[in-house]
């Protein structure tokens, strides 16, 4: 479960890192207050929700079984656990 989490985190720092590499490919300050308007912060954020929301859309589009698949749920066969699958 961490692992998705972490992942949309990631995600959702993409547009302020690369706004950080733009200060710091023009020497503008990456640590100076002016260098990070409200106004700059608001675009990133939205940008970064809209990234994250793309994502969400796209994993559940081409993740998981196909749609007319039968879940077989795990089951002991023979005493052993038999893990579940797609079919």
Same mark, same amino acid.
């Given at each position: 479960m961490i692992r998705p989490v972490l992942?949309? @985190?990631g995600i959702f720092l993409i547009p302020f890192a690369v706004y950080a590499l733009f200060l @710091? &490919?023009?020497?503008s300050g990456l640590l100076v207050q *002016? *260098?990070?308007p &409200?106004?700059?912060l608001a675009?990133?954020?939205l940008g970064a929700l809209l990234l994250v929301a793309l994502s969400f859309v796209l994993l559940a589009h081409f993740s998981g079984a196909p749609p007319d698949s039968t879940y077989i749920p795990a089951h002991i066969e023979d005493g052993r656990l038999v893990r579940g699958a797609e079919k």
């Open positions: 992942t949309e @985190i @710091i &490919a023009t020497r *002016s *260098s990070w &409200a106004h700059i675009k990133l954020v």
